[in-house]
């Protein structure tokens, strides 16, 4: 069954407002969680890291104060997109490790009109 | 920065033909992973390769992790239209070993005529 869940699977929202997307590890404690970006027949590209606890790790190119992430519990970070525009419309995918394996949330598809 | 290259980028076969995807790394990989992704899905995990040269086989898919620990393949034998999907390596980021931040490939699309 499924490990890592995703809040919501789809939303659709105005440009210029927030949108909080939610990714939680099921019955397992993640202090590292990973948000993905995937545009259509794409390949994954990783967002930033979130800890547990501390700061998120931004990858080069993603603008901190847009995506905003939060990992406040050992089972749960969020991904606020701040500000959306229509250019933020893409699939958003969070990740947490357990074992050596990585399990991938069911992802969250953003839609900003 | 690291890159990892995927090809084909598409593949059309109709059922009961064989699928191969490769993969290449710009720098060696302490290991790779392969996800599945189907329409409309989240990608899967596969498999990972660790040693240099190991191959491994999932009933009908075989995978391969080159001597140099840069390269790695995807076969499929005999496709069925349940294999539909997108195909992904994945290797550690900056060459590490961790399993976290991972860079992924393109992709390969595979689409199965029944």
């Known amino acids: 069954g499924a490990v890592v869940s995703q809040h919501p699977s789809r939303v659709i929202c105005k440009s210029g407002t927030s949108v909080k997307i939610e990714c939680r590890s099921l019955?397992?404690?993640?202090?590292?969680m990973f948000w993905y970006r995937q545009f259509p027949k794409q390949s994954l590209m990783l967002m930033a890291t979130?800890?547990?606890?501390?700061?998120?790790?931004?990858e080069q190119g993603v603008e901190k104060d847009k995506f905003l992430i939060n990992h406040a519990s050992l089972t749960l970070s969020t991904l606020t997109v701040t500000s959306a525009h229509p250019e933020d419309s893409s699939f958003y995918i969070c990740?947490?490790?357990?074992?050596?394996?990585?399990?991938f949330g069911p992802g969250t598809r953003l839609t900003v009109l | 920065g690291q890159q990892v290259m995927q090809i084909p980028q598409y593949q059309h076969v109709q059922e009961g033909e064989d699928f191969t995807t490769y993969c290449n790394s710009s720098?060696?990989?302490?290991?790779i992973q392969w996800y599945k992704q189907r329409p409309g899905g989240h990608p899967v995990f596969l498999i990972q390769?660790?040693?240099?040269?190991e191959v491994k086989k999932q009933k009908r898919l075989t995978f391969q992790f080159g001597e140099a620990k840069k390269n790695s393949s995807l076969h499929i034998t005999a496709t069925q239209t349940t294999d539909v999907g997108t195909y992904f390596c994945?290797?550690?980021?900056?060459?590490?070993?961790?399993?976290?931040?991972?860079?992924f490939g393109q992709g390969t699309i595979l689409t199965v005529h029944p």
């Open positions: 019955d397992f404690q993640a202090t590292t």
């Open positions: 994945a290797g550690p980021d900056g060459g590490g070993t961790s399993y976290g931040k991972l860079t």
């Open positions: 390769l660790v040693k240099s040269g």
């Open positions: 979130s800890n547990e606890g501390s700061k998120a790790t931004y």
């Open positions: 990740s947490a490790i357990r074992g050596n394996e990585q399990f």
């Open positions: 720098t060696t990989l302490s290991n």
